[in-house]
């Protein structure tokens, strides 16, 4: 028996680009383009009519984006997966369409058998990324990592000001062990083994007043 062929909702104000993206899926029994829409609030109202398995979404639109239509679709509950398909590959765009519920981001210089996977990899709810893409979210959540936390700052200024575990317990009122404990993180996120290594490099990248 067929599997009935996957519904597409393409979404891009270029026509050329519809066009384009429409010759191309409809080459394949794989898929069907149900809809198409020009911006974000268009692209809204046809998923939550048309119910499409994979809504190819665009970003920079006039009239509506795409992060707005991905967080309004997740406001409205609406279960169609979310691939991003465009030429933008900034950290400020990507993490805001990952943030907002997309599925996947892809570029639009992604080849043809790699759309394909995406669009089958997006409909089973796989998170699929270019990889220049997964590259830059890879740096930007390791940098995340590496920030240090308010009381991890805290215990930090307290070291350097040459605490003993005791004194910054006390001071911040918690137990020697939590101390420890973040300053074992600490240590881990700076890549260091001590404390005055801790305090070197803290004050090195800026973590600690000057």
């Known amino acids: 028996m067929t599997e009935a062929p996957l519904r597409l909702l393409l979404v891009d104000d270029h026509p050329v680009v519809r066009d384009g993206l429409r ?38 639109m006039p009239g509506g984006g795409g992060v707005e239509a991905l967080a309004e679709l997740r406001l409205r509950e609406v279960s169609s997966r979310v691939l991003v398909l465009t030429t933008y590959d900034n950290d400020r765009d990507i993490m805001a369409a990952l943030d907002a519920g997309a599925t996947g981001y892809l570029l639009k210089d992604a080849r043809r058998d790699d759309l394909f996977a995406a669009i089958r990899a997006a409909a089973r709810g796989e998170s699929v990324l270019s990889p220049t893409v997964a590259t830059r979210v890879v740096s930007r959540v390791r940098s995340r990592s590496q920030e240090l936390s308010a009381r991890e700052t805290e215990v930090l200024t ?32 700076l890549g260091v083994k001590d404390r005055a290594a801790a305090v070197a490099v803290a004050y090195e990248r800026g973590l600690l007043g000057g």
Not at 30 to 58: H, I, K, N, Y
Not at 184 to 189: L, N, Q, T
């Open 23 to 60: 010759g191309m899926l409809d080459s394949s029994p794989e898929f069907e383009v149900v809809g198409e829409a020009a911006d974000g609030p268009t692209a809204v109202r046809l998923a939550q009519s048309l119910q499409p398995d994979v809504v190819l979404m665009d970003l920079r």
């Open 158 to 189: 307290l070291v350097a000001r040459g605490r003993p575990n005791r004194e910054i317990a006390r001071t911040l009122f918690v137990s020697e062990a939590t101390v420890k404990t973040h300053l074992g993180h600490v240590y881990e996120k």
